[in-house]
């Protein structure tokens, strides 16, 4: 489906149906309280009339009120649900991440909204405990890049990694990914970043870089790929160099950015 046919939906366009599709997702059971955890619908009541704002509850259990929008990125703030759907539909469906401007120019509003809108949803996907990455009979790709500093036209511009923002990934095919800054990708500091966040027993897969063979032995299995190979590989090969693409790890790093 085009992106346009799926902002067609009426989710996108009438804050009613808005809040709505956000109550569908949150509370498939019924409204739970916010503030106490009721959700007894006997005890939930929502309230009505031109005085009381749209999908507003009462718990007469804590005597609170609530919507379905408190206790998330979402609370307070005076952007419509209808454009937090569509920014964060953006953000969950492009390829290669989505960045402020983008959102700025698709949604219409301001770049300092469309940068607040980003900065919500990117903190919204935090892990709150993080768990080791993969485990035993699993990978974990792990690659770095360089970002920032590369327009010559820049007055600034200087050439070289050294001067641009060393960025370490973490991806599990097809499932969690993990970006970090780091002042400088050396040995030291992608080995302390795959320790503290990959399961020992997984299989780490990179491309051939000098960071990872050392650090590589203290998992069950490491893997290479160099990015430059161009015969097609066959067997063995071939399945560990499909799921290590750079298009990945570009779109992690992007959303994080």
Known sequence: MTKAATFQHPMFHDEDKAREALEAELWPEGPICRHCGNSDPEKIALMQGKSHRPGLYYCHEC?????????????????PLTKWLMAA?????????????????TLKVTYKTAWFLMHRLREAMN?????????EG???????????????RAKGYRKGHRHKASV????????????FHVKKATAAAVREILVT??????TLHTDESTLYPKVGKEFAAHKTVEHGFLVRPVGSLA???R????SKISSAISNAQ
């Open 127 to 135: 892990e709150l405990n993080p768990a080791p990455m993969r485990g």
């Open 243 to 246: 799921p290590l693409t750079r």
């Open 197 to 202: 966040n990959v399961h020992r027993t997984s």
């Open 239 to 241: 399945r560990m160099a």
């Open 89 to 105: 539909h953006l953000f969950n469906s492009g390829k290669n991440g989505v960045s402020a401007h983008e959102i700025h120019r």
């Open 63 to 79: 005597e609170g009120q609530f919507t379905v929008t408190v206790g998330t990125v979402l609370e307070r703030s005076k952007i």
């Open 138 to 152: 699993q990978s974990v790709q792990a690659d770095e890049t360089y970002y920032g500093n590369t327009s010559k």
């Open 168 to 179: 370490v990934a973490l991806v599990e095919p097809k499932d969690r990914a993990r970006v």
